[in-house]
T-cell receptor, first 118, second 110 residues
């Protein structure tokens, strides 16, 4: 399977605990996005990377959230001191952007990690 | 702040009826994309529109990008039960910012 993969698929944690999610994008894709989606809502942008550089981080994101993409391949999203309001589906997407590729810049989404904070 | 809005939020149609969802941005967009998310699934890319006034068709789906590049629409002719899902427009600004609309949830009654 050469699509975007995310692990774990489900995570249940207690309030105050730290959690880390992993995203493996499509191998040749240079951009990687993280989104949060709650029931009945559209995906909410969190942050994105161009290769290993984190180019934008949503102002809605508190300091408890951090993301890395150390070698420009996989990425991790960590949430520290989780709160019940963090319960959501966390989606990762990758795309091949820019450089005159002629591609439509479509984002390929992974299956998501569903986080439940008790 | 920059926003992308969609109407309606929900639409229930009888199978065979047409369906349209509208997308409006508070700012001029460099391009707009449309995604479909089935219940329990993840968003799947449908199409990208780049040019002012652009119209693209995919079988029963027709996509339009407004002349001012601030609005877009998706029209489905003769809906089928396989069209069920939430349709999102995604605006990309000149600053490379990606903004998802809230989506229009389509239900098709057989």
């Amino acid at each position: 399977d050469t699509g975007v993969s995310q692990n774990p698929r489900h995570k249940i944690t207690k309030r105050g605990q730290n959690v880390t999610f992993r995203c493996d994008p499509i191998s040749e894709h240079n951009r990687l996005y993280w989104y949060r989606q709650t029931l009945g809502q559209g995906p909410e942008f969190l942050t994105y990377f161009q290769n290993e550089a984190q180019l934008e981080k949503s102002r809605l994101l508190s300091d408890r959230f951090s993301a890395e993409r150390p070698k420009g391949s996989f990425s991790t999203l960590e949430i520290q001191r989780t709160e019940q309001g963090d319960s959501a589906m966390y989606l990762c997407a990758s795309s091949l952007d820019g450089y005159g590729t002629g591609s439509p810049n479509e984002q390929f989404f992974g299956p998501g990690t569903r986080l439940t904070v008790l | 702040g920059q926003q992308v809005m969609q109407i309606p939020q929900y639409q229930h149609v009888q199978e065979g009826e047409d369906f349209t969802t509208y997308c409006n941005s508070s700012t001029t967009l460099s391009n707009i994309q449309w995604y479909k998310q089935r219940p329990g699934g993840h968003p799947v890319f449908l199409i990208q529109l780049v040019k002012s006034g652009e119209v693209k068709k995919q079988k029963r789906l027709t996509f339009q990008f407004g002349e001012a590049k601030k609005n877009s629409s998706l029209h489905i002719t003769a809906t089928q039960t396989t069209d069920v899902g939430t349709y999102f427009c995604v605006g990309k600004t000149s600053y490379d910012k990606v903004i998802f609309g809230p989506g229009t949830s389509l239900s098709v009654i057989p």
